[in-house]
């Protein structure tokens, strides 16, 4: 969706992903506006995904399967962090128990950043999130974790937090949220309406 500044959606838009496509996010690469997602196989069983991502175009994204480990629908791949610096795209490949960033030029591994200690927090591993934005001469990036330790059927509840970066390699973690921004689970009681976004929609 395009927004307008006072948050009106102006252009709204589905992205075809595939069967399996799910969790889009955009990030900037060279001044262009580029989307990663994740494909994967769910529901055949077990489950197993990988990560793309490519330039947004009209009909799409341009895919590209990055050749990083366990891409190949052997393992189960997501909440990878893509952002752009300059002329190199950068992966945030995993963030726990250490942060791994690679270095990517198309398809390929460039190269394995000093592996630099994990953000941590006492809300459950730091996960995915969003690109990585300037913020007083550093970089700001939006995170979620979870806890699974509600009762009954919905035993998840997540939360989303922040944290602060060197703004160049090996992107050390220099401050992390001390208490979340926003935090959730299905046991807080939403209507069915507010469960499937049938609420607050734009009927047009």
Same mark, same amino acid.
Request: charged content about 20%; hydrophobic content about 35%; glycine content about 12%.
């Given at each position: 969706?395009?927004? !307008?500044?006072?948050?009106?959606?102006?252009?709204?838009?589905?992205?075809?992903?595939?069967?399996?496509?799910? /969790?889009?996010?955009?990030?900037?690469?060279?001044?262009?506006?580029?989307?990663?997602? @994740?494909?994967? =196989?769910?529901?055949?069983?077990?489950?197993?995904?990988? @990560?793309?991502?490519?330039?947004?175009?009209?009909?799409?994204?341009?895919?590209?399967?990055?050749?990083?480990?366990?891409? !190949?629908?052997?393992?189960?791949?997501?909440?990878?962090? +893509? +952002?752009? #610096?300059? =002329?190199?795209?950068?992966?945030?490949?995993?963030?726990?128990?250490?942060?791994? =960033?690679?270095?990517?030029?198309?398809?390929?591994?460039?190269?394995?950043? &000093?592996? &630099?200690?994990?953000?941590?927090?006492?809300?459950?591993?730091?996960?995915?999130?969003?690109?990585?934005?300037?913020?007083?001469?550093?970089? *700001?990036?939006?995170?979620?974790?979870?806890?699974?330790?509600?009762?009954?059927?919905?035993?998840?509840?997540?939360?989303?937090?922040?944290? *602060?970066?060197?703004?160049?390699?090996?992107?050390?973690?220099?401050?992390?949220?001390?208490?979340? #921004?926003?935090?959730?689970?299905?046991? /807080?009681?939403?209507?069915?309406?507010?469960?499937?976004?049938? #609420?607050?929609?734009?009927?047009?």
């Amino acid at each position: 969706a395009q927004l !307008d500044f006072d948050g009106k959606v102006i252009h709204n838009e589905k992205i075809a992903l595939g069967a399996g496509g799910e /969790d889009p996010k955009l990030f900037k690469y060279r001044n262009i506006v580029n989307l990663s997602w @994740v494909e994967s =196989t769910f529901p055949n069983q077990p489950w197993r995904s990988v @990560v793309r991502y490519g330039v947004l175009e009209e009909k799409g994204p341009r895919m590209i399967n990055p050749e990083l480990p366990g891409n !190949d629908f052997s393992t189960i791949q997501k909440n990878w962090v +893509f +952002f752009g #610096i300059g =002329t190199s795209l950068y992966c945030i490949y995993q963030c726990h128990p250490e942060q791994v =960033t690679y270095c990517l030029q198309g398809a390929g591994m460039v190269s394995k950043y &000093t592996v &630099t200690p994990g953000p941590r927090w006492p809300y459950g591993q730091i996960r995915g999130g969003s690109a990585p934005v300037p913020f007083e001469g550093n970089l *700001l990036r939006f995170f979620h974790s979870g806890l699974d330790n509600e009762f009954g059927q919905f035993y998840r509840r997540y939360f989303m937090g922040a944290y *602060l970066m060197r703004p160049e390699p090996p992107f050390e973690v220099l401050a992390v949220s001390e208490r979340p #921004i926003v935090f959730g689970s299905e046991v /807080d009681g939403l209507k069915k309406a507010e469960k499937d976004g049938s #609420i607050g929609q734009d009927e047009s």
